[in-house]
């Protein structure tokens, strides 16, 4: 006797589809959030249009409810509201009245209660946006004081050596390196440097990390030693290289669990006090070098690492560029501008709109990127994400605009926390032109 199988309804079906191994997936919805500008840049006062287009599957979807908010620098409040979505795009329209940024979201849940969001940044006068608050008083007695100790401290250099990329065998040189720091931590990081280099022949090029905890890197320093430079790596802590990831995992979790509020309310024991002392070191460790050119430094990081990257370039005059992704620590006093600090957003506010902690704040103006960027002498490129809500685009700008010589910034409107390959190509780009342009100066 032979079997029929009928095919019944979709719940029929879907059994068959499963039973044959054909995958089914569930609708994908998307929230596609954008201006009406590409470039998403406006002035103080003008209209800026956020347009809204939910769809499933790349179709347009109707009748749906979309939540949206739109959080803008200078408000005391968030402004909130509903849409309807049709097969056209919403447009929610609104006004800054003074420089900074306005993050739009919009969110909106599927059947199932999953969440689905999107972002837009617009920015009204970025290029005017001033400092919460500039330190004028005793910064430079502060960290003139500072970098003096680490001037009197002999150099004490430890250098390992350690393997390289096969293809670049015989070409470049690594160390695990180790230099004496003031603070009870060294410097810790990877050199690297071409094979039988001339005395001051080469530019040099510091890298720092961004915030967590990790090992320096070799690969990044390797790569740019066999292109004609000294290159070193720094790790932000002071810790051991090339570790198995347990360990860092550790440190993490354990005695560098949340370390960048560890005394903050103490200038002389605020954990960023020692991380800078190191950052000003390894500057001095390079240039010891006598392999350096004595003409050309370059510092570069991210977020974090962007942030100790203004750092070195402000405390030492002999950076002559500085490229600073989405950088951290700038601008902790924004909130008197009513606009979000940048991170690790030392200073915490109370439901009355105040500091809950005075002494954070007194400590705060030392450590500040904007601070730091006033004093720089270097040629500089910043990049700044306008969706990006840890190292908000306000508090970039803020250190960006105090910067006195020769920048550039380059925005990317729809990034959050980080950059684009395009833009890493490009400062790429930046940095191998000015290399470039070394020997010719």
Same mark, same amino acid.
């Given at each position: 006797?032979? &079997?029929?199988?009928?095919?019944?309804?979709?719940?029929?079906?879907?059994?068959?589809?499963?039973?044959?191994?054909?995958?089914?997936?569930?609708?994908?919805?998307?929230?596609?959030?954008?201006?009406?500008?590409?470039?998403?840049?406006?002035?103080?006062?003008?209209?800026?249009?956020?347009?809204?287009?939910?769809?499933?599957?790349?179709?347009?979807?109707?009748?749906?409810?979309?939540?949206?908010?739109?959080?803008?620098?200078?408000? &005391?409040?968030?402004?909130?509201?509903?849409?309807?979505?049709?097969?056209?795009?919403?447009?929610?329209?609104?006004?800054?009245?003074?420089?900074?940024?306005?993050?739009?979201?919009?969110?909106?849940?599927?059947?199932?209660?999953?969440?689905?969001?999107?972002?837009?940044?617009?920015?009204?006068?970025?290029?005017?946006?001033?400092?919460? #608050?500039?330190?004028?008083?005793?910064?430079?007695?502060?960290?003139?004081?500072?970098?003096?100790?680490?001037?009197?401290?002999?150099?004490?250099?430890?250098?390992?050596?350690?393997?390289?990329?096969?293809?670049?065998?015989?070409?470049?040189?690594?160390?695990?390196?180790?230099?004496?720091?003031?603070?009870?931590?060294?410097?810790?990081?990877?050199?690297?440097?071409?094979?039988?280099?001339?005395?001051?022949?080469?530019?040099?090029?510091?890298?720092?990390?961004?915030?967590?905890?990790?090992?320096?890197?070799?690969?990044?320093?390797?790569?740019?030693?066999?292109?004609?430079?000294?290159?070193?790596?720094?790790?932000?802590?002071?810790?051991?290289?090339?570790?198995?990831?347990?360990?860092?995992?550790?440190?993490?979790?354990?005695?560098?669990?949340?370390? =960048?509020?560890?005394?903050?309310?103490?200038?002389?024991?605020?954990?960023?006090?020692?991380?800078?002392?190191?950052?000003?070191?390894?500057?001095?460790?390079?240039?010891?070098?006598?392999?350096?050119?004595?003409?050309?430094?370059?510092? &570069?990081?991210? =977020?974090?690492?962007?942030?100790?990257?203004?750092?070195?370039?402000?405390?030492?005059?002999?950076?002559?560029?500085?490229?600073?992704?989405?950088?951290?620590?700038?601008?902790?006093?924004?909130?008197?501008?009513? &606009?979000?600090?940048?991170?690790?957003? #030392?200073?915490?506010?109370?439901?009355?709109?105040?500091?809950?902690?005075?002494?954070?704040?007194?400590?705060?103006?030392?450590?500040?990127?904007?601070? #730091?960027?006033?004093?720089?002498?270097?040629?500089?490129?910043?990049?700044?994400?306008?969706?990006?809500?840890?190292?908000?685009?306000?508090?970039?700008?803020?250190?960006?605009?105090?910067?006195?010589?020769?920048?550039?910034?380059?925005?990317?409107?729809?990034?959050?926390?980080?950059?684009?390959?395009?833009?890493?190509?490009?400062?790429?780009?930046?940095?191998?032109?000015?290399?470039?342009?070394?020997?010719?100066?």
């Amino acid at each position: 006797m032979k &079997r029929k199988l009928s095919l019944k309804g979709a719940t029929c079906t879907l059994g068959v589809f499963l039973f044959l191994g054909i995958s089914v997936s569930a609708a994908e919805y998307v929230l596609d959030v954008k201006t009406d500008r590409p470039e998403a840049l406006y002035s103080t006062g003008e209209k800026i249009k956020f347009k809204v287009l939910l769809t499933e599957d790349g179709k347009p979807v109707s009748g749906k409810t979309v939540n949206y908010s739109i959080a803008r620098d200078g408000a &005391r409040e968030t402004t909130r509201g509903k849409i309807t979505s049709s097969e056209e795009p919403a447009v929610i329209e609104t006004v800054m009245e003074n420089p900074g940024f306005a993050l739009f979201t919009a969110a909106f849940s599927d059947e199932n209660g999953k969440r689905i969001t999107g972002l837009a940044g617009a920015g009204a006068d970025p290029l005017k946006i001033k400092p919460g #608050f500039e330190l004028k008083d005793d910064f430079d007695k502060f960290w003139d004081g500072k970098k003096e100790e680490l001037n009197k401290l002999p150099l004490e250099i430890k250098m390992d050596p350690v393997a390289v990329p096969p293809s670049l065998k015989g070409k470049v040189e690594c160390f695990d390196i180790k230099v004496n720091c003031v603070g009870g931590k060294p410097v810790s990081g990877y050199f690297a440097r071409p094979v039988n280099a001339a005395k001051q022949s080469l530019p040099a090029i510091v890298t720092y990390h961004g915030a967590g905890v990790r090992s320096a890197g070799k690969d990044g320093i390797c790569n740019s030693a066999a292109r004609g430079m000294l290159a070193l790596d720094i790790n932000a802590h002071g810790i051991d290289n090339g570790k198995p990831q347990e360990y860092y995992k550790n440190l993490n979790g354990t005695s560098l669990k949340h370390y =960048s509020h560890f005394d903050s309310g103490d200038r002389e024991k605020c954990y960023f006090l020692g991380m800078l002392q190191r950052v000003y070191r390894s500057l001095q460790f390079i240039k010891s070098q006598p392999e350096w050119d004595g003409k050309y430094l370059i510092v &570069r990081g991210g =977020s974090q690492g962007g942030g100790q990257s203004i750092a070195a370039a402000g405390l030492d005059p002999q950076v002559t560029f500085c490229a600073a992704f989405v950088p951290a620590l700038c601008d902790h006093y924004g909130y008197l501008a009513k &606009r979000p600090n940048g991170w690790p957003r #030392f200073i915490e506010l109370g439901k009355d709109g105040k500091p809950k902690k005075e002494d954070v704040v007194n400590t705060s103006k030392y450590f500040d990127g904007v601070n #730091f960027a006033s004093r720089i002498k270097a040629e500089v490129v910043f990049t700044v994400g306008f969706i990006d809500t840890t190292c908000c685009p306000s508090s970039v700008y803020a250190a960006y605009n105090s910067v006195p010589g020769k920048k550039q910034i380059i925005n990317n409107p729809l990034s959050g926390h980080g950059s684009p390959p395009e833009t890493t190509k490009k400062v790429s780009q930046i940095i191998d032109e000015y290399i470039k342009t070394c020997g010719k100066k």
